[in-house]
């Protein structure tokens, strides 16, 4: 019976060969770097997920494929010196003495204390980095495109990415990592959908990311909108439509915010499509009593529920995609596009919504667009204003590269924005007054619940008089 000593001395002997030895760099490196990210990830901090692919998949991978290099280099080890008959039939027992253990007990304690400094002189600037927004939205490029741009310019462009797909605390972080090294792997493999589908399926709550900087019983007041928009006309008339908005919170009003996410209240939905777009089974739960408001006979399983939180109305903090017409009045109104050029906002919209397979071709083919239909139709204007008529084309231009996206086959209307109504069923996917409750009432459509419409459509309203915002008409 050989003693664990007697076991050991040969696998010490025969461990020193290169491959071996290999190995022990790489399961050390693997071990201290792992060692090191550790405690990074633990503390929760809102990481990059695919932080974690480095940390949960790709370290243990390189960590265990070292593992294996070091009884593979012994077995080689052992054939070639039987073969060539050098094999000694006694090793030198472990202890201090033994030349051959105190060789690898050195070797693994200097490739130990090299990684230590390689390691921690790295990982800090690492795990920043993979935090950021750049690295997020423009490592797998083509893949974040959208993402990446729509977020460039929206109110939330000084939150990272991180903050809102992920959120503080270390078990989302674990969660996200499962989910990340999976999209890693389809980017690889060049088989991710076009485009990336919604609902984000492992989105946190958003009551948990969003409520980090939001207070909702805040939104006590309500909010007036003046939304200009301009007309196809050849002098591109501009008009206005005023709302009240009846934001509401909680605190003094119980407004659009309270009435869905006030205290003890809940909304659950049932929503019959991936996209949540079609919602045949409400239920509303205000000061303990619960009503069911459903159109049609949708009789859902309680798994198949969802909480309504922030996401469900507004599904597009961040990644904000326009319709061609709403973004042409926005560009209008900022003057990127000039408004005196005639018949600017139908030919813009027209242009925009022509279908172009490339990003080159719509470079190529737009401001070109532009540029020929005052060439042909307006040369006078044409030669009076051609710097504004190119810079209202590479405006146009602009607006087609900011919302659309053929590579990730992203264009208008792909992801659908549920804040409001008028450009997608959004609220009225529950407020249609089809959805009844057994003792008969609907979820209001009643417009003034929502919203006081000021002015609809008119050129000099006369709240906006009023406010100063717009003189009055002669
Ligand atoms: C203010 C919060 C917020 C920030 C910041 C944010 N996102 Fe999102 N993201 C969302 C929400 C909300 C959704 C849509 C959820 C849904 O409908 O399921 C989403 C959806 C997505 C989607 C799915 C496709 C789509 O367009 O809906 C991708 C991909 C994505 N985000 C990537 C990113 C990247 C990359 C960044 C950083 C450049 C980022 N997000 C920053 C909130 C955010
Ligand atoms: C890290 C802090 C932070 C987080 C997290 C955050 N926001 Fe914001 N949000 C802001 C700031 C700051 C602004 C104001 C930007 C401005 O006024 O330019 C803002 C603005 C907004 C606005 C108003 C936009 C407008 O057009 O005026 C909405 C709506 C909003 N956030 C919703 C959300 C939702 C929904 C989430 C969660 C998915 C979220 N926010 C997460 C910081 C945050
Ligand atoms: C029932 C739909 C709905 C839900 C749920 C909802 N909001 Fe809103 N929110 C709105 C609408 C509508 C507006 C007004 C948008 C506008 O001005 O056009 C708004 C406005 C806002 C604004 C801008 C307010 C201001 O005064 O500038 C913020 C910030 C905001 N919401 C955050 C949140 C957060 C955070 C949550 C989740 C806790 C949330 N909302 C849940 C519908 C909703
Ligand atoms: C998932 C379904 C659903 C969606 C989507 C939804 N709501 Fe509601 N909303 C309800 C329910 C249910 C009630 C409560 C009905 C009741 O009083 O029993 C309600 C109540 C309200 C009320 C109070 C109405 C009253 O009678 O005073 C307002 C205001 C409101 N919602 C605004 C909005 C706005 C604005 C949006 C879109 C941004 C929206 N809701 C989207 C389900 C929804
Ligand atoms: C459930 C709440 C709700 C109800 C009911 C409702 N609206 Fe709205 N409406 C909204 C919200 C929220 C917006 C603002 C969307 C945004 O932020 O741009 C809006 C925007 C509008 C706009 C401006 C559209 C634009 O050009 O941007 C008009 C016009 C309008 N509503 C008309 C109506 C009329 C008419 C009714 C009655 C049949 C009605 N709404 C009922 C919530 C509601």
Redesign the pocket.
């Known amino acids: 019976m050989k003693t664990l000593r007697g076991w050991l001395s040969p696998l010490v002997y025969l461990s020193n060969n290169w491959i071996s030895l290999v190995g022990v760099i790489v399961v050390t490196a693997a071990t201290v770097s792992w060692m090191v990210f550790l405690p990074i990830t633990l503390r929760g901090s809102a990481l990059h997920p695919y932080f974690g692919i480095v940390l949960y998949l790709l370290l243990p991978g390189i960590f265990i494929g070292g593992l294996l290099l070091i009884p593979i280099g012994i077995y080689l080890n052992r054939r070639r010196k039987r073969a060539k008959g050098e094999m000694p039939t006694d090793f030198p027992p472990l202890d201090p003495h033994n030349p051959e253990l105190r060789k690898l007990a050195a070797f693994v304690a200097g490739t130990t204390f090299i990684n230590i400094i390689i390691a921690s002189q790295f990982s800090y600037s690492a795990v920043r980095y993979m935090d950021t927004v750049g690295f997020c939205g423009q490592t797998c490029h083509t893949v974040m495109q959208p993402e990446f741009t729509a977020h460039q310019r929206s109110?939330?462009s000084r939150?990272e990415c991180v903050?809102?797909h992920i959120g503080p605390g270390a078990s989302w972080f674990v969660r996200s990592k499962f989910s990340g090294a999976g999209q890693v792997v389809a980017v690889a493999l060049n088989n991710y959908p076009r485009p990336i589908p919604v609902p984000v399926r492992n989105l946190r709550p958003?009551r948990e990311?969003?409520e980090?900087?939001?207070w909702p019983q805040k939104f006590g007041e309500d909010r007036l909108r003046d939304i200009v928009s301009y007309g196809e006309d050849e002098s591109n008339t501009v008009s206005h439509t005023v709302l009240m908005l009846h934001l509401g919170g909680g605190m003094s009003r119980v407004g659009i915010h309270g009435r869905h996410l006030g205290e003890g209240i809940s909304v659950r939905y049932y929503a019959s499509d991936e996209k949540r777009q079609t919602i045949p089974w409400v239920e509303y739960t205000a000061a303990g009593k619960t009503t069911v408001y459903a159109s049609g006979n949708a009789n859902p399983d309680p798994s198949q529920l969802r909480q309504m939180d922030?996401?469900d109305c507004?599904n597009r903090?961040t990644h904000i995609y326009q319709l061609p017409v709403r973004a042409m009045d926005q560009a209008l109104g900022t003057g990127e596009i000039s408004a005196a050029l005639p018949f600017v906002k139908k030919q813009g919209v027209a242009i925009l919504k022509q279908p172009y397979a490339t990003e080159q071709e719509a470079e190529a083919r737009i401001p070109a667009a532009l540029e020929d239909f005052y060439r042909n139709n307006y040369p006078q204007v044409y030669a009076q204003r051609r710097d504004e008529i190119s810079r209202s084309a590479k405006a146009l231009l602009a607006i087609f590269q900011h919302n659309v996206f053929p590579a990730m086959k992203v264009t208008w209307g792909t992801y659908p924005n549920n804040l409001g109504h008028t450009d997608f069923d959004g609220c009225f996917r529950c407020h249609d007054e089809q959805h009844t409750a057994k003792e008969g009432t609907t979820i209001t459509q009643d417009c003034s619940a929502c919203h006081n419409i000021l002015a609809s459509d008119e050129k000099n309203p006369k709240i906006l008089v009023d406010l100063g915002l717009v003189q009055a008409a002669k």
């Open positions: 109110p939330h939150v903050t809102c958003a990311t969003c980090t900087c939001h922030c996401v507004h903090p």
